[in-house]
């Protein structure tokens, strides 16, 4: 049986710098570590009010991640131009509020076809590989066809946060018909957002998710008991070897 790659989002590790505008700790360094217990790429967002990943951060990265290193991004001028010359293996764009604590909801990608296309575009002829982050929705999966990219990635953040469980089964069903009708479509699938060692095990089992990406859960994990072993926990959540974390 094949289960989901893991990647690991690892904005929180620069988020711990940020709180005194120190050096330590170093995200590379959280990267290295998640490489090396076993995670399969590296998840970064470059918001553009640099809250916590900053320019330096990526160029580092880029520079030493041997394996995949996805760049979260808006659809803003400015990080495009970053992405396109530093390159990371992927790009995925993803919606962008200054105000928001993290990402909300799914990249409209239906009311912003042509803006959207563009940007897949010039990703795509700077040799990126491209994918969207979009909720769980038919039409929103249709209009990704449209732009051109070839991978999407499932907001998982409604099924994450249920507040009970006939809510809970009532969005793993909606992730489980989203991911079959988009890998009908061709699309590569991925998940991701809000993902946790309690929930997770659940959307890993579904067949045809290709990477769950998952970064604060484990970051918050790394702090009791160290980053090697919360990856390590985590992939064996996700292949169905492990217990729920306290």
Known sequence: ????????????????RQLRGADEPQ??????????????????????????????????????????????????????????RVGP?????????????TTEGGLDVAGNL?????VVDRLRKSGIKVSLFIDPVFKQI?????????MIELHTGKYAGA??????????????????????KGLDVNAGHGL????VGRVAGIKGIAELNIGYAIVCR????????AVREMEELIKGQGRGQV
Not at 2 to 16: E, M, Q, R, T
Not at 56 to 69: C, F, M
Not at 89 to 101: C, F, G, H
Not at 164 to 171: A, C, H, L, M, S
């Open 196 to 199: 946790d060692y309690y929930n």
């Open 1 to 16: 049986m094949s289960y989901p790659k893991l990647g690991v989002n690892i904005d929180h590790v620069a988020s711990l």
């Open 142 to 150: 249709d209009a990704s066809v449209k732009s051109g990219v070839e």
């Open 27 to 84: 995200p590379v360094i959280a990267a290295l570590a998640c490489l090396d217990a076993g995670a399969d790429s590296i998840v970064v967002h470059l918001r553009e009010d640099r809250r916590h990943i900053n320019d330096d951060d990526l160029g580092i990265l880029k520079r030493v991640i041997k394996k995949k290193l996805n760049l979260e991004m808006s659809v803003n001028k400015e990080i495009v131009d970053i992405a396109c």
């Open 163 to 184: 507040g009970n469980k006939k809510e809970e089964d009532k969005y793993f069903k909606q992730l489980e018909g989203a991911v079959k009708y988009a890998r009908a």
């Open 222 to 229: 790394a702090v009791l008991v160290g980053i090697k072993r």
């Open 89 to 101: 293996d992927q790009a995925t764009l993803v919606p962008e509020k200054r105000q928001e604590v």
């Open 114 to 118: 042509p803006g959207v296309r563009g």
